[in-house]
């Protein structure tokens, strides 16, 4: 079992920058592949940005170039650093944490954190 919490949302304009947080406990972090995803009002959620534990990334076509994910595994944690943000961007913000055995996937989340790109 993994318990995820998340940080760092809020308000902001547009053009500013926040950076995200997520805290796992439960266990091995350096285990999991861990994600940031969001969903805004009336849409589906969708995938941000992922990093393996061996620190292979992949991001989402709209955040490349704005956003960088990044994990410290010695503090079991995982952010997102967000800059240039666009109102688009507003929606809660969802950590995960993923690990695929032979035996079995595991799939956590967080409970999101609302970030919110207005003037």
């Known amino acids: 079992q993994v318990q995820l919490v998340e940080s760092g949302g809020g308000l902001v304009q547009p053009g500013g920058s926040l950076r995200l947080s997520c805290a796992a406990s439960?266990?091995?972090?350096?285990?999991?592949?861990m994600g940031w995803h969001r969903q805004a009002p009336g849409k589906q959620r969708e995938l941000v940005a992922t990093?393996?534990?061996?620190?292979?990334?992949n991001y989402a076509d709209s955040a490349k170039g704005r956003f960088t994910i990044s994990r410290d595994n010695a503090k079991n944690t995982v952010y997102l650093q967000m800059n240039s943000l666009k109102p688009e961007d507003t929606a809660v913000y969802y950590c995960n944490a993923q690990r695929t055995t032979i035996s079995n996937t595991y799939d956590y989340w967080g409970q999101g954190t609302q970030v919110t790109v207005s003037s």
């Open positions: 990093i393996t534990g061996g620190g292979r990334i």
């Open positions: 439960g266990s091995i972090f350096s285990f999991y592949a």
